[in-house]
């Protein structure tokens, strides 16, 4: 809009300029019809020479002159022909400059003048006329020309402005991709290279990401805390309850445990929930399950079990590594538990996720107890350790990392855990 206004205003400017220029080039020609005219010795006016623009000698060229005398025709132009400009009607109301309609309906500027020459009392009107289309033509081209330049100047303007987002912007852009990285956990802090302008900036947000692990790492230490805290009490508890004989000490020991398993369940839950939410968290699934695989050969050495892993390179969870510990830490150690000589962990990419697959060559489970195996305490074996909580945590805690878990029969005759988590994008 300012560059249309701004072009109006120079069109307007202009059109003034034309116009004075147009008036004076027919006071020019009039001034030399004055200085040309003389009276004679018999009491006539006479020109001692004629204007030389070749437009007054050209029928209806647009360019005319007269001369007259109480109204009647004294000298004119040849480009008038028979035709007249103006009558004289000897009031002297005569403007300097107006606009009529000349010969083949032309729309004419005028220019008269009452003149009174030497040695002749009688008043001449001087009248010089141009074609008020060639102010039009000449402001015409003038606002075409204004209008590619305006044009161009816009296209101009439009392009240093691209050119000042693309590249003024460019490290605001950056900003954004590493903030976009940390929360995909490909980065735990804003780098340090930006400019002066900037810098500022991703320092602050490095001081707030690094706050917000303090304050995890903080709430963690509490949670261990108030878990060491309880499970003293808990277990003094529960030695002195053997004391009390019959159903009263059943039901005080089974409501002791309940709580103890409450206060085991909403602790790992807070912990849980604090870690799923702290960005720049990775973990990388290969290196975690071979530590895993390390400490249950340990643990199943007299059974000889062949754990073994396939196709877990190069994939990088956006989960915390102690989760991810957890997670597949409960599940490999149950399908260990189950199987008889073998268990197989893979894993594939599927877009931004992992999909992991844990199976074994155990007995497996009926299919109508898949979805009962993750409630809180169900023991299907009494026979083997635990207390029935690991599936539930697993299951809160894949829930809280926006994942699935699902169970299946396996090819190799026992159970077939689906696990899908979150990859940490590049």
Not at 141 to 158: D, G, H, P, Q, R
Not at 286 to 295: A, N, P, R, T, W
Not at 312 to 326: G, S, W, Y
């Amino acid at each position: 809009m300012t560059l249309v206004a701004t072009g109006l205003l120079i069109v307007f400017l202009f059109k003034g300029h034309i116009e004075r220029r147009f008036d004076h080039q027919l006071v020019d020609h009039l001034e030399e019809l004055v200085a040309a005219s003389e009276v004679n010795i018999h009491n006539k006016s006479v020109l001692n020479w004629i204007p030389a623009d070749p437009r007054f000698n050209r029928p209806h060229s647009g360019w005319y002159w007269e001369i007259l005398s109480n109204n009647e025709f004294v000298h004119q132009s040849n480009s008038l022909l028979t035709t007249r400009l103006l009558p004289f009607s000897g009031d002297g109301s005569i403007k300097a400059f107006s606009q009529i309609q000349g010969p083949s309906n032309q729309v004419l500027r005028i220019h008269s003048r009452i003149i009174r020459l030497p040695k002749n009392a009688i008043p001449y009107v001087f009248s010089v006329a141009g074609p008020v289309s060639d102010i039009n033509r000449d402001i015409w081209k003038f606002a075409e020309s204004i209008v590619i330049v305006m044009t161009i100047l816009a296209i101009s303007l439009i392009g240093i402005v691209v050119l000042q987002i693309r590249f003024g912007l460019k490290p605001l852009r950056r900003v954004r991709e590493n903030l976009l990285d940390i929360k995909l956990g490909n980065k735990n802090k804003l780098p340090t290279d930006f400019p002066s302008e900037i810098q500022p900036l991703a320092t602050d947000l490095n001081a707030l990401l690094e706050y917000q692990a303090a304050l995890l790492n903080r709430a963690r230490t509490q949670v261990g805390n108030l878990a060491h805290s309880l499970k003293n009490p808990m277990a003094v508890l529960k030695n002195e309850l053997k004391e009390i004989p019959g159903e009263k000490g059943l039901a005080i020991r089974a409501e002791l445990d309940t709580a103890s398993q409450s206060i085991d369940r909403y602790l790992q839950r807070a912990r849980i929930a604090g870690a799923q939410n702290v960005l720049g968290v990775r973990a990388d699934l290969k290196s975690v399950s071979e530590d895993i695989i390390f400490s249950l050969d340990k643990l199943y050495a007299k059974r000889k079990l062949d754990i073994h892993l396939e196709n877990l390179n190069a994939l990088i969870l956006r989960v915390d590594p102690e989760d991810l510990i957890e997670l597949l830490g409960n599940l490999m150690d149950n399908a260990c538990k189950w199987a008889t000589s073998q268990v197989k962990i893979t894993a594939t990419r599927v877009e931004d996720r992992a999909v992991i697959i844990i199976e074994d060559d155990g007995l497996g489970l009926p299919a109508e107890k898949y979805e009962e195996i993750m409630r809180r305490g169900t023991r299907f074996d009494e026979t083997k350790p635990g207390s029935g909580l690991g599936l539930d945590i697993v299951a809160e805690t894949v829930e809280l990392y926006g994942g699935e878990l699902a169970f299946s029969a396996s090819k190799m005759g026992g159970l077939h855990v689906k696990l899908v988590l979150p990859l940490a994008i590049g």
